[in-house]
């Protein structure tokens, strides 16, 4: 029999999601990106690390982001606030190919079609952004132990304190 044990859902106060974003890295641009695809994330609805991996130009319309949840096959549209069009604006290219990932963590010439290519891909850059996440959570002064999940965690906890209802969180 498998005993349920209950985990602790860990998330970022305002003051903690605001350390995260002034956190400036001395090393690398990689924990940069991974510093700001944590951010965009908590500003845009909490979207798991497998679909921001996965977000292309050609879903985004200037506004809002459409695109399919890969875990549930679910078709979402969220509209992008004011600091994560400035995180966008940041990794846009100068002409954007419609087949471009937004941040550029998967390789440009993945086969997307290739199943167990895309998974490995996208694990091995999972690991790649929590282990940095770790890195600037330390920098930032942060004792709790994140993840990208965290910021799925921060997303829903911020909007909840705002009013939004919880059916639609």
Not at 10 to 31: A, Q
Not at 86 to 113: Q, T, V
Not at 114 to 124: G, K, P, T
């Amino acid at each position: 029999q498998m005993k349920l044990k209950k985990t602790e859902r860990i998330y970022l106060t305002e003051e903690e999601l605001k350390l995260i974003e002034d956190f400036v890295p001395t090393t690398g641009k990689k924990i940069e990106l991974h510093r700001d695809m944590f951010v965009f994330a908590a500003y845009t609805g909490g979207p798991r690390v497998s679909d921001v991996l996965q977000m292309k130009w050609a879903d985004f319309d200037g506004s809002n982001i459409n695109y399919t949840i890969m875990k549930t096959g679910a078709q979402l549209s969220i509209r992008v606030p004011n600091k994560a069009l400035a995180i966008l604006e940041k990794y846009r290219p100068e002409k954007p190919s419609p087949s471009s990932f937004l941040f550029p963590m998967l390789p440009e010439g993945l086969d997307m079609k290739n199943e167990r290519e895309v998974d490995s891909a996208i694990s091995s850059a999972t690991a790649y952004i929590n282990k940095n996440l770790k890195i600037i959570a330390k920098g930032a002064g942060i004792e709790k132990a994140i993840s990208f999940h965290t910021s799925r965690h921060t997303w829903a906890t911020r909007a909840l304190k705002k009013g939004m209802s919880i059916d639609k969180v």
